[in-house]
């Protein structure tokens, strides 16, 4: 018999792709969302509707890619931030606990919490606002129990949201040679969609209980990574303006300048070698040739 997998947020950029790519598995996937046509819709951040549907369904692994992303709109609206981001994680921990369920709870967080050029540890926590606030809330609340928190950052094609994400943006802009301002003193280290859901497969196996840090190794500046994108298209370089983070559109919310992250720890307990990103930005290419 299949193992049951629920994924959480199925409607949403990550957890849409992570449908699609467990689909045709070795899993049982359900898929939840808030208002959209997946197999249940409820708010995950009501108790009783969650409780409800993990004693009904009784997954085996359960993937929350819930996530209030919305950087100023978490700093506008905390309490919106506070019931996705914290909430939700809130209501699975206690649900898990309180009915005895054999789950095994990854959780996706995200690297907004660092903030050290040469790659912060899980440890090395710097927030700076009400989204790393939220998010690093629901981190504490999944930890309760035994569960694998993952914290990454993202990129790559999407065929349900084409001009989504980082680079469906890039790509957008390129294609009606519209001018992109890349930040030259902001910088990351995130997964390709694929690897990061690959990795995700690799985790429900070896079942590692903790916080993880999870990303490409050599992470760069977003000028360097929206650079070597479009010139690996065939774009031209004009197209794109290297401007420092204060000179950009004026925004709500502090942010971290490098959320670099150090991921030794998940690479010695999955006995893995991670990829560059520039590795992972070739894996992307070929699905906006």
């Known amino acids: 018999m299949k193992k049951r997998l629920l994924i959480l947020g199925a409607s949403g950029y990550l957890g849409s792709f992570l449908k699609l790519y467990f689909m045709n598995s070795e899993y049982d996937v359900v898929s939840h969302s808030y208002s959209s046509n997946e ?6 951040s009501n108790y009783y509707d969650l409780n409800s549907a993990l004693i009904k369904y009784s997954p085996q692994i359960l993937i929350n890619a819930a996530g209030y992303t919305d950087v100023d709109g978490c700093e506008s609206n905390p309490n919106q931030a506070y019931l996705v981001n914290a909430k939700i994680v809130d209501n699975i921990a206690k649900s898990i606990e309180a009915n005895s369920l054999d789950t095994h709870f990854i959780h996706i967080s995200t690297d907004h919490f660092y903030d050290k050029k040469e790659g ?4 090395e926590i710097i927030l700076q606002n009400y989204y790393a606030y939220s998010k690093f809330l629901g981190d504490i ?7 694998t928190v993952l914290r990454t950052n993202f990129f790559g094609h999407n065929p349900k949201f084409k001009e989504k994400g980082f680079t469906g943006w890039i790509f957008k802009s390129l294609v009606s040679q519209k001018k992109i301002n890349g930040f030259d003193d902001i910088y990351f280290n995130p997964l390709s969609l694929n690897t990061l859901a690959d990795l995700i497969n690799q985790v429900i196996k070896v079942k590692p209980f903790g916080v993880f840090n999870l990303g490409s190794l050599e992470g760069m500046s977003k000028l360097e990574f929206i650079l070597t994108f479009a010139t690996k298209l065939g774009y031209s370089k004009d197209l794109i303006n290297a401007i420092p983070f204060n000179k950009g559109d004026k925004v709500q919310a502090n942010r971290p300048m490098s959320m670099i992250m150090n991921c030794k720890k998940i690479q010695n307990k999955l006995n893995i070698n991670l990829p560059t990103l520039s590795e992972e930005i070739d894996k992307v290419i070929e699905s906006y040739i």
Do not use: G, N, P, W
């Open 39 to 44: 197999d249940i819709v409820f708010d995950a």
């Open 120 to 123: 912060s540890f899980e440890d």
């Open 141 to 147: 609340f999944a930890s309760r129990i035994d569960s």
